[in-house]
């Protein structure tokens, strides 16, 4: 976008591919998504069209497991009818802070919603909806929702996100991958600086002095879209806030498992739970079937194990494991460092500062809405 405007871009990047969450695997001509599978929305279509790759919105079907492995519904009869009016009541109560939900970046938290999402529904006796989006916030990786504060929930899962989920709307899938995004991306790009680790971010007079390993360089304005490690930026009121962004260790197991109908799978009994499978979803490419696993926590032999053998538990024969792949997920703010204005005074001090945090750090990462995010930045900045 920015080069479009003819500004010359430079992008330091601490991995030797660019990507970070969103990564594809090739194995001939079966894909594997290790990171971001599909989106929800309409916003990046936009992007896709303009960028000619190809799309498809395909319907998803899911089960939910019990702590048995035994299938088991996600609502029971009587809910699903009562759904309706907690579906009104909720849309009702959600009004009253649209202006701390319905913004593309985070901004002023209304401090009703600094509480766990639990909490919020039940004081409010929704407890359906609830049971509703338990199972997908815990297992997209956005964690339990004991903890997940109401604010994030009601930004991730807006009425229209819920009201979608319920009507088992198509979803979109990139046919080759969201490494082509990727590289059909970077190919407009015409500086990028590979396994280069920012280490020091600085004002300096009109300029900004960044640091790597191997030197530095002066620029007009330092765009951060990732969280850095304390210290990196020299300026306290971002470090501050950047040593408050916190993220979920999260984990991707692949296989290639034996070729039948297997649905996207959720386990109840784990929802939120750490170093316990989440749930799964599969790939039928070229006769072979591929199924992608999560789990919060960090990559280890029992934690694999204890997904391999869940999924086995489930009754499905695995092949072999293709790769188990540590990330950190969804940058937020635990619930001792939530402030009503803590996102407000970041968008704020970028209007008048050449460091500017922008993306994930101040919207919800959802690559749709990163899109619209980041597009919005750049035509009210540039
Ligand atoms: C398993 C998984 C599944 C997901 N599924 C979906 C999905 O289905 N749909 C969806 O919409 N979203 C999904 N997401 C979320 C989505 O992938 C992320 O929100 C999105 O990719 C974040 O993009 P980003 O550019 O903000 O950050 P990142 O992807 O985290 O990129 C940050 C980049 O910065 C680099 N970096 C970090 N520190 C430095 C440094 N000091 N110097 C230089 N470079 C640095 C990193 O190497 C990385 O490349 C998923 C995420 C995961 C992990």
């Known amino acids: 976008m920015l080069e479009k405007k003819g500004i010359g871009v430079t992008v330091y ?35 896709l069209i303009e960028l000619d790759v190809d799309y498809t919105e395909r319907f998803t079907y899911r089960n939910f497991l019990d702590e048995h492995f035994s299938k088991v519904e996600h609502l029971s009869r009587e809910n699903v009818s009562a759904l309706t009016d907690e579906l009104i009541k909720l849309e009702k109560i959600l009004k009253k802070y649209t202006s701390s939900l319905n913004t593309i970046n985070y901004g002023h938290i209304h401090e009703d919603l600094m509480v766990p999402l639990i909490d919020f529904l039940r004081n409010n006796e929704l407890e359906i909806i609830c049971g509703l989006l338990a199972p997908h916030l815990s297992s997209f990786g956005f964690g339990n929702i004991c903890e997940l504060q109401a604010y994030y929930a009601f930004n991730i899962f807006n009425m229209d996100t819920i009201q979608s989920l319920i009507r088992g709307d198509r979803l979109l899938f990139v046919n080759k991958g969201m490494d082509e995004v990727i590289s059909k991306l970077s190919q407009n790009i015409s500086d990028i600086r590979y396994s280069i680790e920012v280490k ?3 004002s300096t007079y009109e300029k900004v002095k960044v640091e790597t390993e191997y030197g530095s360089e002066l620029f007009d304005k330092v765009l951060i879209t990732t969280k850095l490690p304390k210290d990196v930026i020299k300026d306290d009121l971002y470090n501050q806030l950047m040593k408050k962004i916190d ?6 197991c692949a296989y290639e498992v034996e070729n039948r109908n297997i649905v996207t799978t959720y386990y109840k009994a ?11 979803h599969t790939f039928r490419q070229n006769n072979k079937t591929t199924l992608v696993a999560y789990a919060y926590g960090s990559v280890s032999k029992e934690l694999v194990g204890s997904i391999t053998a869940d999924i086995e538990n489930s009754g499905i024969h695995i092949k072999h494991l293709i790769t188990a792949k540590q990330w950190y997920i969804f940058p937020h703010l635990k619930a001792q460092n939530l402030t009503p204005n803590f996102y407000k005074d970041i968008l704020e001090r970028q209007k008048v500062s050449n460091i500017c945090l922008i993306g994930s750090l101040v919207s919800r990462p959802a690559i749709s809405n990163l899109y619209a995010s980041i597009k919005q930045f750049i035509s009210q900045t540039f």
């Open 270 to 280: 784990n929802l939120g739970q750490s170093e316990k499978i989440q749930f799964f």
């Open 200 to 202: 020091n971010i600085e």
């Open 247 to 252: 993220t979920n260790p999260y984990i991707t």
């Open 13 to 47: 990047e601490k991995q030797e591919h660019i990507g970070g969450h969103c990564r594809t695997l090739i194995n001939k001509d079966n894909l594997v998504e290790l990171g971001t599978v599909f989106c929800f929305s309409q916003h990046i279509k936009e992007l």
